[in-house]
């Protein structure tokens, strides 16, 4: 086999790994969201605030982690905007998801204009795990990447745990399930459902704030370019399970590294139409994971997009 | 602690008061995110209402952009109300274009003008509507998630547009640039104020449009086999109603509406095909469709409404350096207070303390 | 006399009101430990209203609660828990998609973080032995019985300590064998100090279980007595505040010929579950069908089937002789099918929409209604005003949403819009559901009325009395298919009882 074919697929994997990262974030904290019957459709706007507000922290503060952290803090609260307008006072959670989505494009394009294309001096840098990363084949696509990548390993195994074997889970999945009953069971429906928001708004914040403070460490308008609406559809196709999330994400990771690959390959095939490669796969993605959803029964928690009221008669 | 109770009716002045205070609290998210920005927010509003109603031309600019949002809202108050969620506009006002623009490029260049731009206007209909019955589709026969579906067709249109515009379609003399080559005179939709203005004919298409879906809603069968559908599926089934064919009819008119809106605009205002075609239109009728409580008639005010804080957000990204942004974080917080206080039309609410016991 | 170490739970003056009633007027109701004690009182008395301010679900306007002693604030359902109360409601507060062992420890504040299956199944399975009974810990509440599921809800509430168990209306949906089972179990706790509230309106068990009951009329208090020293007949008069319950006149009248057959039917469920397995049925003009069983073993999707709102995948459907297997409800309305859902604001109305565009859901197509593609909407306008008159409606504005009117009008302008224009087949399901009294009669007179006219009734019911009262003959449903038809004039109840529980087979 040639050799330096085998190293190039490598490459093409690591970049799977870490496309697939900025996406993995974000559904990771719909599947969180959602399971709570909350649905939030303002995951792009969420991505680009974590964005801009993430690359900010690090530029003005040299330390691209405080970057990431800010870009957390300031998507959650985004997130509880949309907590509030659905769960307290109930509204059309399909719209106000859409309305978070204009907001996160209006806000970071009116205070990221003067940022535009400047550059982070300092970005997040791989840090290869030791021992691990020696592995062939594996060891580069999976251990040399940096810190936020392993963070979401882990947070896939901690939020499965969490969900599946835990109190917590239980009571999330309940929440989502069946509300009135998760109430009549002491089950603090409203806070569940606002804590599972918010933590969704910080991942999709993570997820944006990984592109500017790592991937590429600059500001542009719109950076992320879709990849909150990819990720609202991996939800369906993660099935509501964290550890599907992580599959989906790399898939789609490298979907698009792919067709990065390809495009600087400088192959015949049209840019225009690689770059609609990840689009085109999410929407036949989603149809076929519906009909799954729909033929096995499993997955959709059942009161997703309905609020909650108590007292009403 | 909140405390809602539920009502039988909502009062009218609820209904008038809860957009009107939405509007100013909009305007008030959009002065503090400014004022961060040390940017003077009176100073702003004061050049966006000039912008938009300081003169015969600059007014006659924001209906131009008020046009393809009265199209396109008439076509969302309709879907919605089925609870259809149909955020694609941007994507069926761009194959709306593309389609009504190939034959101002490609069709016979001896026809008739007026039967040439039938045809375009037509050709651009279909073009959206059949982008919008996609999705209607998935919708109705696998229950695929209308929002995420129309969503993604909005990326693959706008990429299929780059695709024609760095490939065949592009113009040999455009030096590189993703530009058609201009319209020919023929392929022109009429404009009807003397120049500079560049309000047309599309105007009355819009007014119509609105007119018609006003009564379809009101009036007709379909609009009440809709409504019932929109409040009561298993209501509609029990009554007869043919679910799937009601949700793909109003969605190929939404659908068609917002196409018509994309070629109209192209061949009217721009007069050429390129990137650029202005296609966010698509989610600023969302929100100019939600304002006017789905009322077709009353989305036409608020589409010239919305239409100025566009007209305007241009002129001061021009003359003050205010990026444009400011009007998505003005529409969103607009949006956001409207969906909030839809909870007073439903409830009573009230701010009740703790009882000691 | 009664000392106050005896009393485990006082509610005085609770008064809770609702847009338009008061559900309670200053309610007193006093529980002793160790007791059973039947709250009594008919739909709408304000018995479930009462419960739920117990259980913290409702907070009262007016009134205290005092339990064992000690004046308590009752928040919310996790309070009443602290205070050892637990409430088992008529709809099961349980999650579907969850296990047994799940649905007993949520919101469990004295589990620990990481679930311990094994332990939890343990005392799930102790419980239950102690009460004599089984139940799978590991089973997904939507792979067990309704009986079943009421048996968790009950190992829930002991799991969690409730010294008070509130059992809403908790027969309504078992077998009479099934009933007599439960109240071993309920006997069993009270033998182990635990007190017991037992709501009804079903005048028999109350009299069977309890030891005593207190009454409940239109939100008002009617008074505790001893179940030892009262009769059925006074308990009645107390309910209902008139002495006799009504008798339904009926003629006898000639069977018809037949109007609707059922052959074989086969049908899935919302959940992919085979629901009618190869099912028949035949109704005769002039004939009212009582379809009786236990909730869920397919009546829902038969009287879609009919209704044309369910595809059947096996099995032929005929009225008068006419295939109509899988047509369109629109087909079925002309064929002078007709349908009373048991939802009436989920299927048969649709809430936001006027009375007159309710009116008008089943006839707009028709001629007399429309203009080309629009709607005559004066047409349609005294088509309504004709039902409102001569049904009687009370309708306080035609263009306001029908979700204002009372539920016992909403009925009849159900029954008026479906019955209205020469109907041949009337299918009814739970037509009397949430009803008071008078509306209760006016339904089934209405179901009368139409059988002597020779319209062919499929009156689908959970309430065994009900059928009874109109029925002329009863068909027992279990399990997607009629185990027994027998004639209601000499019905056995226990034989009934017996085939609703699928212990009984035998076709007649």
Not at chain 1, 128 to 157: C, E, M, N, R
Not at chain 2, 31 to 42: D, G, I, K, Q, T
Request: positive net charge; proline residues 3%; contains cysteine.
């Amino acid at each position: 086999m040639n050799p330096t074919f085998g190293s190039i697929l490598i490459k093409v994997f690591a970049g799977a790994v870490e496309s697939g990262t900025i996406l993995l974030l974000p559904t990771l904290g719909e599947v969180l969201t959602e399971r709570s019957g909350v649905l939030n459709l303002g995951l792009e706007g969420l991505m680009l605030i974590g964005a801009f507000f993430g690359f900010l922290g690090a530029m003005k503060t040299g330390n691209p982690y405080v970057g990431l952290l800010l870009g957390m803090v300031a998507a959650a609260a985004a997130a509880a905007i949309h907590a509030f307008i659905c769960v307290t006072l109930r509204g059309n959670q399909t719209v106000t998801g859409l309305a978070l989505s204009i907001f996160g494009a209006g806000l970071t394009s009116f205070y990221g204009d003067s940022w535009v294309s400047q550059r982070l001096t300092i970005a997040i840098k791989p840090m290869a795990v030791p021992v691990l990363s020696q592995i062939p084949v594996l060891g580069p696509i999976f251990f040399s990447q940096d810190l936020i990548v392993y963070a979401a390993y882990i947070l896939v195994a901690i939020f499965w745990f969490l969900l599946f074997k835990t109190k917590v889970g239980v009571n999330l999945r309940a929440v989502g399930e069946n509300a009135k009953a998760a109430d009549a069971m002491g089950v603090n429906v409203v806070g569940t459902r606002y804590f599972w928001t918010i933590l969704g708004g910080a991942l999709a914040g993570a997820g944006g704030a990984y592109i500017t403070c790592c991937i590429h460490p600059y500001w542009l308008n719109g950076i992320t370019s879709g990849k909150g609406w990819i990720a609202v559809a991996l939800v369906v196709f993660a099935m509501w399970n964290p550890f599907n999330a992580l599959v989906g994400g790399f898939l789609f990771g490298s979907i698009e590294a792919l067709q990065l690959q390809l495009q600087a390959a400088g192959t015949y095939i049209n840019s225009a139409l690689l770059s609609m490669l990840p689009y085109i796969t999410t929407f036949v993605v989603i149809i076929v994971a519906t009909v799954i959803v729909r033929v096995r029964h499993v997955g959709t928690p059942k009161e997703l997009g309905i609020p909650y009221a108590r007292e009403e008669k | 602690m909140l405390r809602f109770e539920k009502r039988d009716k909502t009062p009218v002045r609820l209904r008038v008061l809860v957009p009107i205070c939405s509007v100013l609290l909009g305007l008030f998210v959009g002065s503090v995110v400014m004022l961060f920005a040390r940017v003077n927010p009176l100073r702003v509003y004061g050049a966006v209402v000039k912008g938009a109603f300081g003169s015969a031309y600059t007014f006659s600019e924001t209906l131009v952009i008020a046009v393809p949002l009265i199209l396109i809202s008439a076509g969302l108050c309709l879907v919605y109300r089925m609870k259809f969620f149909n955020i694609g506009a941007k994507g069926q006002y761009i194959m709306g274009a593309i389609c009504g623009s190939y034959l101002a490029l490609f069709g016979p260049a001896t026809m008739p003008r007026p039967l040439l731009l039938t045809l375009m206007m037509v050709l651009g209909t279909i073009g959206g509507a059949l982008w919008a019955i996609i999705p209607a589709l998935l919708k109705a026969y696998w229950n695929v998630n209308e929002v995420i579906a129309t969503l993604l067709l909005n990326y693959i249109a706008s990429y299929i547009l780059w695709y024609l515009m760095y490939g065949t379609w592009r113009d040999q003399r455009s030096h590189g640039f993703p530009l058609s080559k201009s319209f020919a005179l023929n392929a022109q939709l009429p404009r009807i104020l003397p120049a500079p203005s560049r309000l047309h004919i599309g105007l009355f298409f819009g007014l119509v449009a609105a007119g018609i879906v006003w009564i379809i809603i009101r009036k007709t069968r379909f609009g009440y086999e809709g409504r019932v559908l929109g409040e009561n599926e298993r209501a509609a089934r029990y009554a007869g109603i043919n679910v799937f064919k009601t949700i793909i009819i109003a969605a190929a008119i939404s659908g068609g509406l917002a196409g018509l809106a994309g070629i109209a605009h192209t061949s009217a205002v721009l007069r050429i095909l390129q990137l650029e075609i202005n296609s966010d239109y698509g989610y600023t009728a969302i929100i100019a469709a939600w304002l006017a409580g789905l009322d077709p008639l009353v989305a036409v005010g608020v589409s010239v409404l919305l239409a100025a804080l566009e007209a305007g957000g241009y002129q001061i990204q021009i003359v003050m350096r205010v990026p444009f942004g400011i009007v998505g974080v003005i529409e969103s917080a607009i949006l956001f207070c409207l969906l909030a206080g839809e909870i007073v039309t439903h409830y009573r609410v009230s701010l009740t303390r703790r009882l000691t016991a | 006399m009664e000392g106050q170490e005896q009393l485990m739970l006082v509610m005085n003056n609770i008064t809770k009101r609702f847009p338009g009633i008061m559900a309670n007027n200053h309610v007193n109701f006093a529980l002793r430990k160790g007791e059973i004690h039947a709250l009594l009182g008919e739909n709408g008395a304000g018995k479930s209203t009462l419960m739920n301010v117990l259980d913290g679900i409702y907070y009262p306007d007016e009134g205290e609660i005092v339990i064992e002693g000690d004046r308590v604030d009752l928040r919310s359902p996790l309070d009443s828990m602290k205070h050892g109360i637990g409430m088992i409601h008529q709809h099961f507060m349980l999650v579907d998609s969850l296990s047994v062992i799940e649905n007993v420890i949520l919101g469990l504040e004295s589990q620990g973080f990481y679930i311990n299956k094994k332990s939890v199944a343990g005392r799930i399975k102790a419980i239950a032995t102690k009460y004599n009974f089984r139940v799978d810990p590991y089973a997904k509440i939507w792979q067990l019985s309704v009986g079943e599921q009421q048996r968790v809800e009950i190992i829930k509430t002991l799991f969690k300590g409730a010294r008070i168990l509130i059992l809403d209306e908790p027969t309504s949906v078992l077998t009479p064998q099934e009933s007599e089972e439960l109240f071993g179990i309920l006997r069993e706790m009270k033998s182990e100090g635990k007190s017991i509230i037992f709501i009804s309106h079903k005048l028999g068990e109350v009299m069977s279980v309890s030891d005593r009951i207190t009454v409940l009329r239109k939100g008002r208090l009617m008074g505790t007595v001893d179940t030892a020293s009262i009769t059925e007949r006074e308990l009645a008069k107390m309910m209902i505040g008139r002495d006799v319950l009504f008798r339904l006149e009926r003629g006898d009248i000639e069977q018809g010929r037949e109007v609707l057959r059922v052959e074989d039917a086969q049908a899935y469920n919302d959940r992919g579950i085979m629901a009618l397995d190869k099912l028949s049925i035949a109704v005769h003009g002039g004939e009212i069908v009582g379809v009786a069983g236990v909730a869920g073993n397919g009546q829902v999707e038969l009287a879609e089937c009919i209704t044309g709102l369910r595809h059947l995948v096996g099995g032929h459907i005929t009225v008068e002789g006419i295939d109509v297997t899988n047509a369109s409800p629109c087909t079925l309305v002309s064929a002078g099918v007709n349908y009373i859902p048991a939802d009436r604001l989920g299927v048969g109305l649709v809430p936001n929409l006027s009375t007159v565009e309710n009116a008008m859901l089943r006839k707009y197509k028709q001629k007399s209604m429309r203009r080309g593609t629009f709607i005559d909407y004066g047409a349609a306008c005294a088509y309504a005003d004709g039902l409102i008159e001569k049904f009687d409606i009370a309708v306080p504005l035609k263009n306001a949403p029908v979700k204002v009117l009372s539920g016992g009008n909403m009925q009849k302008l159900l029954l008026a819009r479906e019955i209205d224009e020469n109907p041949r087949l009337l299918i009814a399901e739970h037509p009397t559901r949430g009803l008071d009294v008078g509306a209760t009669e006016f339904v089934r007179k209405t179901l009368l009325e139409q059988r002597d006219h020779g319209v062919a009734v499929l009156l689908i019911s959970e309430d065994l009395d009900e059928i009874l009262m109109v029925a002329d003959r009863i068909a027992v449903m279990y399990e997607g298919r009629i185990v027994g038809i027998v004639d209601a004039h000499h019905a056995d109840i226990a034989q009934i009882g017996l085939m609703m529980a699928g212990a009984v087979g035998a076709k007649t």
